[in-house]
T-cell receptor, first 114, second 118 residues
Framework: KQEVTQIPAALSVPEGENLVLNCSFT??????LQWFRQDPGKGLTSLLL?????REQTSGRLNASLDKSSGRSTLYIAASQPGDSATYLC?????????????FGTGTLLAVQP | GAVVSQHPSWVICKSGTSVKIECRSL??????MFWYRQFPKQSLMLMAT?????????EQGVEKDKFLINHASLTLSTLTVTSAHPEDSSFYIC??????????????FGSGTRLTVV
């Protein structure tokens, strides 16, 4: 059974810092790995999606990497801003029988201090 | 881009009553919909998967008679919490995947429904 874990559970940094969020998954047989952002009481916003054949994806100040063999993904945020404060979730797309399904990590609560 | 509308965004109901949550794909055909549950400060837990016109597939530990899922059309899926109790209070989020929407393997999420049972 696929398990997805994120470290750290919470992170507080001053504005302008570069930071790395970590995601680990136990089964390397994934189709892709996605990173989402969730603001308090809200739904999910997709940030980046890395296919299993890819190593990384970039969007603006965000860069996500994927190492399937070691079961790890990282989300790098450059020059953090207070507006980046949110919970960040990674999710692995796995085979689910009749249909594939997303298995979510435990999340990292990020606070960027102005 | 693909948009999923979820209603209501919040609901308060009395214990013992039933609550229906709707999830609509606005600009694409959602061949598969997923329902998640999220407790405070925890991650999303998949409850069930539904394919249009088929019965939903429930995850282990999820009571199918308590959480009724209907996916009767390619644009609408509903989750009904029957005989709700305070322990059913949670944040429920739907997700949809359709034909030709977004990158391969991409999912679109609704904005969530905060259910409080009193």
């Amino acid at each position: 059974k696929q398990e997805v874990t994120q470290i750290p559970a919470a992170l507080s940094v001053p504005e302008g810092e570069n930071l790395v969020l970590n995601c680990s998954f136990t089964d390397s047989a994934i189709y892709n790995l996605q990173w989402f952002r969730q603001d308090p009481g809200k739904g999910l916003t997709s940030l980046l999606l890395i296919q299993s054949s890819q190593r990384e994806q970039t969007s603006g100040r965000l860069n996500a990497s994927l190492d399937k063999s070691s079961g790890r993904s990282t989300l790098y945020i450059a020059a953090s801003q207070p507006g980046d404060s949110a919970t960040y979730l990674c999710a692995a797309l796995v085979y689910g029988g009749a249909t594939n399904k997303l298995i979510f990590g435990t999340g990292t609560l990020l606070a960027v201090q102005p | 881009g693909a948009v999923v509308s979820q209603h209501p965004s919040w609901v308060i109901c009395k214990s013992g009553t039933s609550v229906k949550i709707e999830c609509r794909s606005l600009d694409f055909q959602a061949t598969t919909m997923f329902w998640y549950r999220q407790f405070p400060k925890q991650s999303l837990m998949l409850m069930a998967t539904s394919n249009e016109g088929s019965k939903a597939t429930y995850e282990q530990g999820v009571e199918k008679d308590k959480f009724l899922i209907n996916h009767a059309s390619l644009t609408l899926s509903t989750l009904t919490v029957t005989s709700a109790h305070p322990e059913d209070s949670s944040f429920y989020i739907c997700s949809a995947r359709g034909r030709g929407t977004g990158p391969p393997g991409g999912y679109t999420f609704g904005s969530g429904t905060r259910l409080t049972v009193v």
